[in-house]
């Protein structure tokens, strides 16, 4: 899409835009210039629109040379144009067309617009009605000296259209002193085969666009939290540790263990660790000799209730 000085215009081919190459802005004549593909038998229109100026406007499509009327536009707004005026209620389509080895060439017509469609807007003030232009007789040779292969603008079969309106405008120059209506902004597409565009270097393909790549899934982490009444939860248990009580033991015998972890707890009655063969008294030969106490070989737990790991 060009756009300079509140406006823009494109040239639509199968309803969509076509893409435009090598934009060009001369700022001193107000003119805005691209390349596009013509395609052979394709229709195409003429798009413009006023970005909300609110200045009337009249507008007029140069192809090769020939001038077609464009339409008005009250201050703002979208139009297009996509043929000429036959009857008030036929037209015959814009088309591209390639040149033949038969076609005339008209020799008399002007050649710095061939190739190109031009579209011309003019700021007016609308003064009043006035009956409708006569119907334009179209070119029924080439305008311009072209070659076969070349591209030109052609118009297709006559198709019907809404009725035209009987009358339009007479309008003056919007500008003070201007004696006739000006040319406020012009927009320029220079049309060749895709072709002549590629190998002079205007156009390039676009790299195709590599697939998307699917998101990798991020982790999801599993809190469970516990309900704010549960009490603390106790700490992991340790294993018991174990001590060897040396002695004087007799052969085909293993040395005796109690468990050295203090755990809370009221006084019980002891438990052995290890059964033995025989009641245990100071006589008893399987005794530890080395301890004092009557009751070496028992797990002693703590009378208190203070005792830790």
């Given at each position: 899409?060009?756009?300079?000085?509140?406006?823009?215009?494109?040239?639509?081919?199968?309803?969509?835009?076509?893409?435009?190459?090598?934009?060009?802005?001369?700022?001193?004549?107000?003119?805005?210039?691209?390349?596009?593909?013509?395609?052979?038998?394709?229709?195409?229109?003429?798009?413009?629109?006023?970005?909300?100026g609110k200045v009337d406007t009249c507008s007029f499509i140069t192809l090769d040379g020939f001038v077609v009327p464009g339409r008005f536009l009250f201050g703002e707004g979208t139009t297009f144009r996509e043929?000429?005026?036959?009857?008030?209620?036929?037209?015959?389509?814009?088309?591209?067309?390639?040149?033949?080895?038969?076609?005339?060439?008209?020799?008399?017509?002007?050649?710095?617009?061939?190739?190109?469609?031009?579209?011309?807007?003019?700021?007016?003030?609308?003064?009043?009605?006035?009956?409708?232009?006569?119907?334009?007789?179209?070119?029924?040779?080439?305008?311009?000296?072209?070659?076969?292969?070349?591209?030109?603008?052609?118009?297709?079969?006559?198709?019907?259209?809404?009725?035209?309106?009987?009358?339009?405008?007479?309008?003056?120059?919007?500008?003070?002193?201007?004696?006739?209506?000006?040319?406020?902004?012009?927009?320029?597409?220079?049309?060749?085969?895709?072709?002549?565009?590629?190998?002079?270097?205007?156009?390039?393909?676009?790299?195709?666009?590599?697939?998307?790549?699917p998101p990798k899934r991020a982790p999801v982490r599993r809190i469970v939290s516990a309900p704010l009444s549960a009490p603390p939860l106790a700490p992991p248990r340790k294993k018991a540790k174990l001590a060897?009580?040396?002695?004087?033991?007799?052969?085909?015998?293993?040395?005796?263990?109690?468990?050295?972890?203090?755990?809370?707890?009221?006084?019980?009655?002891?438990?052995?660790?290890?059964?033995?063969?025989?009641?245990?008294?100071?006589?008893?030969?399987?005794?530890?000799?080395?301890?004092?106490?009557?009751?070496?070989?028992?797990?002693?737990?703590?009378?208190?209730?203070?005792?830790?790991?």
């Amino acid at each position: 899409m060009l756009t300079h000085r509140g406006f823009s215009a494109w040239i639509v081919v199968d309803g969509k835009p076509l893409p435009e190459y090598l934009i060009a802005i001369n700022g001193r004549k107000n003119i805005v210039s691209c390349w596009i593909p013509s395609e052979e038998g394709k229709n195409f229109a003429v798009h413009w629109k006023d970005h909300g100026g609110k200045v009337d406007t009249c507008s007029f499509i140069t192809l090769d040379g020939f001038v077609v009327p464009g339409r008005f536009l009250f201050g703002e707004g979208t139009t297009f144009r996509e043929g000429v005026r036959t009857s008030p209620s036929t037209e015959r389509p814009f088309v591209f067309q390639k040149v033949d080895e038969t076609s005339e060439a008209l020799s008399e017509s002007s050649t710095k617009d061939v190739g190109m469609i031009t579209l011309r807007i003019k700021r007016v003030s609308r003064v009043e009605a006035r009956p409708a232009n006569p119907m334009q007789e179209l070119p029924t040779t080439l305008l311009g000296k072209r070659k076969a292969g070349d591209f030109r603008i052609s118009f297709g079969n006559e198709k019907v259209t809404p009725e035209r309106h009987g009358e339009t405008w007479s309008v003056v120059a919007h500008d003070k002193g201007s004696k006739k209506p000006e040319t406020y902004v012009s927009f320029v597409f220079r049309y060749r085969s895709r072709e002549f565009l590629e190998t002079q270097g205007i156009a390039t393909d676009p790299e195709p666009e590599p697939a998307p790549t699917p998101p990798k899934r991020a982790p999801v982490r599993r809190i469970v939290s516990a309900p704010l009444s549960a009490p603390p939860l106790a700490p992991p248990r340790k294993k018991a540790k174990l001590a060897v009580i040396p002695g004087h033991l007799g052969p085909g015998h293993f040395p005796r263990v109690y468990d050295t972890r203090r755990a809370v707890s009221c006084r019980g009655e002891p438990q052995k660790l290890y059964p033995l063969p025989g009641p245990l008294t100071p006589d008893s030969p399987w005794a530890d000799s080395a301890d004092s106490s009557p009751v070496v070989g028992y797990g002693q737990l703590s009378s208190g209730t203070d005792g830790t790991d």
